[in-house]
């Protein structure tokens, strides 16, 4: 008899327990050999998933072949090699006996020799498929049951914990960082507080950047009140509207009440575009001479007005520095004198769009093989480990790739820069402050400022400031 052989793998744990590609064709050229049969074709899919038969390549030349007439068996190592849907297995077996091609499993004892083995494989596939269902609703039985009784159903400890003796306790290291974004986020966006923390050097629970929504996901993380929240989302990231929040035993890191109020200010946000740093122009390109460390806006409330100012981040988050605090008027008035000078020239723009093109076609990759690793742990062919290992991995390649976009942007208009540069002075003043930070972050790359005599009070006085060094687009 003719014989075509189908071989598949689908993760490097298959290969690791025997079931790699060489391994099945060994196995099964030594079947066909005792049967004396002849093969004639050979089939691999590698890196497939059994999900659906129409995204495996070999598969679908199988089928054009078959529908050829090239053989008279398929043999496989194993039936979930071949196929796991009871719908994609009746699929099969019915085209197989459409052209007369029998079937056989070189392990199992299953063919299609008989209406009696096709019945046998349609219930054992049947069975398998109930068993994974039956499965997973016991597991996710048994992951609510411990949720219920207080205790978190696995996961690695949340950032500003640790495990201890399967409990959690705070991480010491950890818990400043957790603390600041609390304390900090009524009063600023999740972008600036993660731009606060890149500037400082501090690394996000997965050990790269900071990024808004890492920030967004720990302030609304109930674990940090001392509730442990189950079945927030699926694994494709969709909300399941079947949340299960109880109270735990940890410590938490603020109150119930600290919680719930900064929840009503996230959501009346929502929507809005508020971000913290909207209102204060300078902040994002403006650097102490002193430390390096960038220089963030703030304001404090007067008898008749609100007195702005900028204050070092090495001073004030971290106690390196001995800058002082600068009114922002004096900053103004410095850049606006700067502005008069002849220090911008037009440039020719270079773009990248090479670059970002093949950025983008390795992201879309990622992408891919990212909802191939979900499919995977959905069927089984991946422990719960396994996913969330191989999908940090994907994760970070992302990210690093994302930023490197970021920068890859294409060039300036710099006639309309320009344009900004020989006007800001005339319009500064009728400008609002959202309207004088996009003009700035327009033209200027950084600004690093130094205090020469400070502010030593009464009214209409200023602290003399120098511009150290400027850094246009």
């Known amino acids: 008899m003719r014989v075509a052989i189908y071989r598949r793998v689908s993760t490097e744990m298959q290969k690791e327990e025997g079931f790699s590609l060489e391994a099945q064709t060994n196995r099964l050229n030594a079947y066909a050999l005792s049967q004396g049969w002849t093969i004639v074709e050979d089939y691999a899919d590698e890196g497939f998933s059994a999900k659906n038969i129409d995204d495996r390549p070999a598969m679908q030349r199988l089928i054009r072949d078959l529908k050829k007439e090239k053989f008279d068996i398929v043999l496989v190592y194993k039936l979930d090699r071949l196929v796991r849907s009871v719908t994609d297995l009746h699929s099969l077996l019915s085209l197989f006996e459409q052209y007369n091609v029998k079937f056989k499993s070189a392990t199992e004892e299953f063919n299609t020799t008989s209406a009696l083995g096709r019945l046998f494989i349609t219930l054992v596939a049947a069975m398998a498929a109930w068993e994974r269902e039956n499965l997973s609703e016991r597991v996710h039985m048994g992951m609510k049951q411990m949720v219920l009784e207080g205790k978190r159903a696995g996961a690695k400890a949340p950032f500003g914990y640790e495990y201890q003796d399967g409990k959690l306790i705070i991480n010491e290291m950890e818990s400043k960082w957790v603390k600041y974004i609390f304390d900090n986020y009524k009063t600023k966006g999740q972008k600036a507080i993660a731009t606060q923390l890149n500037d400082m050097g501090v690394k996000s629970p997965n050990g790269n950047y900071w990024r808004g929504n890492v920030v967004y996901s720990m302030a609304t993380n109930p674990i940090y009140a001392g509730y442990i929240r189950w079945n927030y989302r699926k694994t494709g990231g969709k909300k399941t509207g079947e949340e299960v929040i109880v109270k735990a035993e940890h410590e938490p890191f603020v109150t119930k009440e600290h919680f719930d109020e900064l929840q009503d200010i996230i959501t009346g946000r929502s929507g809005k575009g508020f971000k913290g740093n909207v209102h204060y122009p300078f902040t ?36 390196i520095c001995d800058m002082p605090i600068v009114g922002e ?102 400008a609002t402050y959202e309207e004088r930070k996009e003009m700035i972050h327009t033209i200027v790359e950084n600004l690093t400022i130094d205090v020469i005599e400070s502010h030593k009070g009464g009214p209409g006085t200023k602290a003399k400031i120098a511009i150290t060094n400027y850094q246009m687009k």
């Not at 002193?290 to 220089?295: A, F, L």
């Not at 008749?304 to 100012?309: A, E, I, L, S, V």
């Open 284 to 319: 994002g390109v403006l650097k102490c001479a002193r430390c390096g460390y960038p220089m963030i806006g703030g304001s404090r409330k007067r008898k008749t007005d609100r007195y702005r100012f900028y204050r070092c981040s090495g001073r004030f988050h971290s106690g």
């Open 329 to 430: 008027s004096a900053i103004e008035e410095e850049f606006l004198k700067h502005l008069e000078l002849p220090m911008y020239e037009e440039k020719t723009i270079s773009q990248e769009t090479d670059n970002t093109e093949e950025i983008e076609r390795q992201l879309a990759k990622i992408n891919k093989k990212m909802a191939l690793i979900k499919e995977l742990y959905t069927e089984g062919d991946y422990t719960k480990q396994e996913y969330r290992d191989k999908l940090e991995i994907e994760r970070k390649k992302e990210e690093a790739l994302t930023r490197q976009l970021a920068t890859s942007s294409p060039g300036i208009d710099y006639k309309y820069v320009n344009e900004i540069i020989h006007n800001a002075k005339n319009h500064w003043q009728y």
